[in-house]
């Protein structure tokens, strides 16, 4: 097979996987409806959760687990996962935490930005992480959750002996930690935060380059076939590490959010978002193979956790292992509707 008959099949393929099908627009209302049935069972459970306080807790949430999913989704696309992420994020939240408490009510550019400056490092830091996990499975040729394992227990390692070497954490009270606060928790428009503002900002941009740029066509083009993608001049080693670093940075900026809204800095503030992470994605239709699927309703997706992690089990009372069986029920009926859902799809592809 030619070059450009490669790439004409693998066009044909993205366009089909992309087109609303029926058992597309099934998939694609799916998640809302069950974030919105979600919600209003919380509602009826607990009425509070119609003012402006308790929903912007949750928006909160959502948008934390929403930037993480940003780079789980963009590897996922490829048939890839990211396992490193929660340990980012933990990471970043303890660097983030001492950069502030360190520079905080210095003299000097450092210590008047130092919010910007933490920032910058956490972001540094997923990069790098992400491009060492692109790298390990390009170059290595190692499976994407044996290399981002394996690179869970490095950070976690990393981060413990950081701990010991700059003990030095976040001061609550400090004009930098108050406006990294106030950038992820207080109300500006209703019960809408900056944060959640930015983040829904980035998550359009992410939405049109999957969806309508060369770059994006090339994503579905590789976790389609990386072969196929590769006869047709399509780089699936650039295009991974490329999505591995979105993820690193991602993981990143989420481990800053978290510091933002916690005021502090833990060994495992970032545990749950690994799985979190993933179930948002695949509660969003998006197809654990790669190839199909996009952020869009992974925005459903993370919301649907936030509203039953962290609101409708905790409300009803339910105790932590009723809800790890309830939440995995949840994910697994999901998985299975999208499945049948698609089969048609798949067997006309």
């Known amino acids: 097979m030619s070059a450009e008959t490669s790439a004409a099949v693998a066009d044909v393929q993205v366009k089909r996987r992309t087109e609303l099908s029926p058992s597309r627009v099934l998939t694609s209302v799916l998640p809302w409806a069950v974030l919105i049935l979600l919600y209003v069972a919380l509602v009826i459970k607990a009425p509070n959760y119609v003012h402006v306080g308790p929903m912007s807790v949750l928006l909160y949430s959502v948008t934390i687990l929403g930037v993480v999913a940003m780079g789980q989704v963009c590897v996922i696309l490829i048939g890839g996962i990211d396992l490193s992420v929660s340990n980012v994020m933990t990471f970043t939240n303890i660097v983030s935490a001492s950069v502030i408490g360190s520079l905080a009510g210095k003299s000097g550019f450092f210590g008047n930005h130092s919010l910007l400056v933490a920032v910058l490092a956490c972001a540094a830091i997923g990069a790098v992480i992400g491009a060492l996990n692109g790298l390990i ?165 993370a919301a649907i956790i936030v509203v039953l992690v962290n609101g409708l089990l905790n409300v009803l009372g339910i105790g932590t292992a009723a809800q790890d069986i309830l939440y995995g029920l949840v994910i697994l009926v999901m998985l299975l509707v999208f499945r049948f859902g698609n089969r048609g799809e798949d067997a006309a592809t």
């Open 137 to 301: 499975i390009t170059k290595l040729g190692m499976p994407d959750m044996i290399a981002t394992l394996a690179m869970w227990t490095i950070v976690y390692g990393v981060m413990n002996l950081y701990r010991v070497i700059i003990p030095k954490t976040i001061d609550p009270s400090s004009r930098p930690s108050m406006a990294l606060t106030a950038f992820v928790t207080k109300r500006i428009i209703g019960f809408v935060t900056p944060a959640a503002i930015a983040w829904i900002a980035v998550a359009v941009i992410l939405i049109v380059v999957l969806r309508k740029t060369t770059f994006g066509r090339q994503v579905y083009a590789v976790g389609l076939s990386r072969g196929a993608s590769h006869a047709a001049g399509i780089s699936a080693v650039r295009t991974t590490i490329v999505l591995y670093v979105i993820s690193g940075v991602c993981a990143a900026m989420a481990g800053v959010l978290l510091t933002g809204s916690l005021s502090h800095a833990n060994l495992d503030t970032g545990n749950n978002y690994q799985l979190w992470s993933i179930a948002a994605v695949v509660l969003g239709g998006t197809s654990i193979f790669g190839g199909r699927g996009g952020y869009g309703n992974t925005i459903a997706g």
